[in-house]
């Protein structure tokens, strides 16, 4: 039997044809992208390339594109380059239902000042109160708010929080950074009419390689480095690039927003035809975060409650079924504790621990959402304690 992969959140399979483009930059490559020589050359070219590509499907300059190692390093050199270029007494404005990325990049700010973090609750449906985030902000500060949270499909208004601090701090507006990860390719990312100053994307949530991430610098925002080396990516993030990765990363980027439209199509309707069918076979199942019809959610994530359940038995049990869902980030899929996501929303340890995360994508059948709600009816009938 053919797995059901419905963890769409955590990777999306390399599509062929950043596969392909990937492929043959590894067939070409012989230098390093920083060396003078001609195959240097040929790879800087490759890297050249990728960025340009990367600029368009995005509508951004160029010299705006950091590559880095993946989404957690886009959002560690974000969050603390970002912070090290302000004022020593400012504070860092963000909410508890970040990615891990950027909770866990808190640390060494709280380490060196308890007060340099304000977090801001947010609304039981998971999502975030700009005028709340606003109100924290004092001139000089950073704010953090992601796009599209990766768990419950809670999406974020940036482009009114973006216009809003500007109305709010016409003098001195404070920086403004957004974790796109889970929004490019499933809903319209416009980091220009956002007024964003950072925003943070990963290439294998939209098909690409493992291991690329992008951190956009908007023209002119201070940010200090995290590393130190030979001063690649404007002496931002140094380190030889990924040259076949970066490849890649553009070709799947690209298409993702030249697909987001279909792909959001796509999945919404399956969505709500998971959801319609789960509630008549599963009775007392629960929605966690916007509700299913919200046309703002993101549209291919669900984050459900079955009833009696106990998540990482669940997630074991319907692995075993052929069901490859999730019980939260995948970063922290492995852990007991419970989705600090779900706890933000006001839900129990126990009901933390046993959210259920389906994430679909373009390559997601409607057979295959069929067959889902079969094996969790199936279990859920069978095992009481499910």
């Known amino acids: 039997m053919t797995p059901l992969y419905l963890d769409h959140n955590a990777t999306t399979p390399m599509r062929v044809e950043a596969k392909e483009a990937w492929l043959q930059a590894v067939d070409r490559l012989q230098g390093n992208p920083s060396s003078a020589h001609s ?3 040929e790879a800087r070219a490759m890297v050249d390339d990728a960025r340009e590509r990367i600029a368009g499907a995005l509508g951004i300059l160029e010299d ?3 590559f880095t190692s993946g989404g957690t390093e886009a959002n560690n050199l974000a969050v603390l380059g970002g912070m090290a270029s302000l004022s020593p007494d400012a504070k860092l404005v963000t909410t508890p239902v970040e990615h891990p990325a950027v909770l866990e990049a808190l640390r060494p ?7 340099a973090v304000h977090l801001v609750e947010v609304l039981p449906s998971g999502r975030i109160d700009p005028r709340e985030l606003i109100e924290a902000c004092d001139p000089g500060d950073m704010l953090s708010a992601m796009v599209a949270n990766n768990e419950t499909g809670a999406v974020t208004d940036i482009g009114a929080l973006g216009q809003a601090l500007g109305t709010s701090f016409p003098k001195r507006r404070p920086l403004l950074f957004t974790d796109a990860v889970q929004a490019l390719g499933r809903i319209p990312v416009r980091l220009t009419a956002w007024g964003v100053d950072l925003a943070s994307f990963s290439a294998h949530k939209v098909g690409g390689p493992q291991g690329i991430g992008v951190l956009f610098r908007r023209q002119g925002t201070a940010l200090e480095p995290r590393q130190w080396g030979g001063g690649q990516e404007g002496a931002l993030r140094a380190g030889t690039e990924n040259v076949p990765g970066i490849v890649g990363a553009a070709i799947a980027m690209e298409l993702a927003v030249k697909e987001q439209e279909s792909y959001a199509e796509h999945t919404r309707r399956l969505v709500v035809h998971f959801w319609q069918q789960l509630v008549e076979k599963v009775p007392g199942v629960r ?3 916007p509700q299913v019809q919200d046309p703002t959610r993101l549209p291919n994530t669900l984050n459900l409650l079955l009833p009696n359940t106990e998540g990482q038995v669940l997630i074991t049990r319907l692995d075993l079924l ?4 999730s019980a939260g980030s995948a970063c922290s899929s492995g852990s007991l504790e419970p989705s600090h996501v779900l706890r933000a929303l006001g839900l129990t340890d126990q009901q933390a621990r046993a959210g259920l995360r389906i994430s679909v994508a373009h390559s997601t059948t409607k057979s295959v959402i069929n067959d889902t709600v079969d094996i ?3 279990i859920c009938k069978t095992r009481p304690n499910c």
């Open 376 to 378: 969790l009816s199936r």
């Open 109 to 115: 700010l709280r380490a060196a000042n308890a007060g």
């Open 287 to 289: 929605c966690n975060g």
């Open 322 to 325: 052929g069901l490859q869902a």
């Open 39 to 41: 195959a240097g050359r």
């Open 64 to 66: 705006e594109i950091i």
